[in-house]
């Protein structure tokens, strides 16, 4: 099996919104809350670290609320 890895994403944001980055083993879900981005005053990119455990597929999505 797989042992703990470490995984980083970076995701562009746009001004004067909040993010939602959630996870799921199945792209139907259940959607799982990773973490939640605050609002930013430009445009930039955020680095999203994730532990990953198991050797299970993973999805990742974003929104905003």
Do not use: K
Not at 32 to 58: E, G, K, M
């Amino acid at each position: 099996g797989l042992q703990s890895q470490n995984m980083r994403m970076s995701l562009p944001v746009m001004p004067n919104l909040a993010y939602d980055i959630e996870f799921a083993t199945n792209a139907a879900g259940p959607w799982t809350t990773l973490t939640n981005l605050p609002p930013v005053s430009f445009a930039t990119n955020f680095t999203i670290p994730d532990s990953i455990t198991t050797n299970a597929a993973r999805f990742y999505r974003m929104h905003s609320p």
